[in-house]
């Protein structure tokens, strides 16, 4: 079974904070300051500032007319981009203090809600996602929208690669849509499909050009983008959706929260297995005995088929009778115990089962996720409307 994480090795609550009413759908810190954004469902956004040694309260709380379901912020210039359940976007300054945001623009962007938002001041990109199934991109200099992709079901999610100008458009039927961007068009370059039901959350690696995609169906992938080869590692170890993924360039580590209240610290700094390709057939790859479903050998052979099972670690088709024993294996990324063949389960050594991922639980069950590596501060938004503010320096420890 996959561990859970050491004592010293758990992130510190530092302090709760409560007056949401509704969902909170983003969470980040701001830069310089000892203060937190948050984007809810109840039309708030709010600035929290720390005041005591652990109170944080809001210096600003402004309502719109429909909820606040996306955030993007750049510390350094204090840009703050505030997507709308309605499709606009709205663009402010904060001030020093943090007690108020100028108004500079509203981006009539999309004619649902925005999912997901992405800004590059690089580049003076902003890029948008919606449920209306389109993403857009827009000069933040003039306000013009540079391009518009439109997709086959809701977009969910938005990553950017800023050196190769690769942006990731994640969507509710479980594909990633990989566009190349320009100053004012764009070239679809591939789709990744490697989830089973939609895609929940994107995470990208700058320094090793890795993305990381987290599904409904409880599963993580690794994206090896830089070594264009189209290599990608599963990882298994939640039980039920992915709701949130951020990631630790300083340490090589991804943290993962699901719908089984469980935060997941997964060592992305190891060597890994891709998942096997599964194999077809009518037959038992193993003992040749037939399927249930292969009417035509089993009234051949006069007997009655076995149920059809792949084995998850070299992905031969094989029979139940032949796989009835269950095993982890993390370097191909299976931290919980997976049906086998008994060929590669025998075959697997104490030092291959060594666990690559560990776990806490962690609810209530949390919805956004950040990290600042600076601070090492953990922030969440639970199921409760509550948003934490935790002590990540545990997390960044070596075992």
């Not at 993305?211 to 080869?229: A, N, Y």
Request: with cysteine; hydrophobic share 35%.
């Amino acid at each position: 079974m996959a561990t859970s994480l050491k004592k010293k090795n758990r992130p510190v609550l530092l302090s709760n904070l409560v007056g949401c009413a509704s969902p909170v759908n983003y969470v980040c810190t701001v830069a310089h300051e000892e203060a937190i954004i948050s984007a809810s469902d109840d039309r708030t956004l709010r600035v929290w500032a720390k005041r005591t040694a652990a109170q944080y309260w809001p210096t600003i709380c402004h309502t719109y007319q429909s909820a606040v379901s996306a955030l993007a912020y750049d510390g350094e210039t204090r840009r703050l981009f505030v997507g709308l359940g309605s499709g606009s976007i709205h663009e402010y300054v904060l001030s020093e203090d943090i007690n108020r945001m100028e108004p500079k623009r509203t981006y009539n962007a999309h004619t649902g809600r925005v999912t997901a938002l992405k800004v590059n001041i690089e580049n003076n990109w902003l890029l948008s996602a919606s449920r209306d199934k389109s993403f857009e991109w827009y000069c933040t200099s003039t306000g013009r929208q540079r391009g518009n992709f439109k997709t086959q079901s809701w977009c969910t999610a938005v990553e950017l690669d800023t050196s190769s100008k690769y942006a990731f458009v994640a969507d509710y039927s479980g594909v990633i849509t990989v566009l190349k961007l320009d100053a004012n068009n764009f070239q679809e370059v591939t789709t990744l499909r490697g989830h089973q039901s939609s895609v929940r959350a994107l995470c990208w690696d700058q320094e090793r050009r890795l993305l990381f995609s987290g599904g409904f169906d409880g599963i993580i992938v690794i994206w090896d983008i830089g070594s264009r080869q189209g290599t990608a590692f599963e990882l298994t170890g939640h039980h039920g959706c992915i709701k949130s993924l951020a990631y630790s360039t300083k340490v090589q580590k991804l943290f993962s929260v699901a719908e089984d209240g469980k935060l997941g610290t997964w060592d992305i700094d190891t060597e890994r297995q891709e998942t096997a390709e599964w194999g077809e057939g009518g037959q038992c790859e193993k003992c040749g005995m037939p399927f249930f479903w292969n009417f035509k050998v089993m009234w051949e052979k006069k007997i009655v088929g076995r149920r059809q099972h792949h084995c998850r670690k070299c992905g031969r088709v094989v029979c139940s009778k032949c796989s009835e024993s269950q095993s982890t294996f993390p370097p191909m990324g299976f931290e919980v115990p997976v049906r086998m063949c008994s060929d590669c389960h025998t075959s697997i050594t104490t030092e291959q089962r060594t666990p690559l991922a560990e776990f806490i639980e962690f609810r209530p069950v949390v919805n956004a996720l950040y990290l600042d590596e600076e601070k090492k501060l953990l922030v969440t938004a639970d199921t409760e409307n509550k948003i934490g503010v935790w002590d990540a320096k545990p997390l960044f420890l070596t075992s």
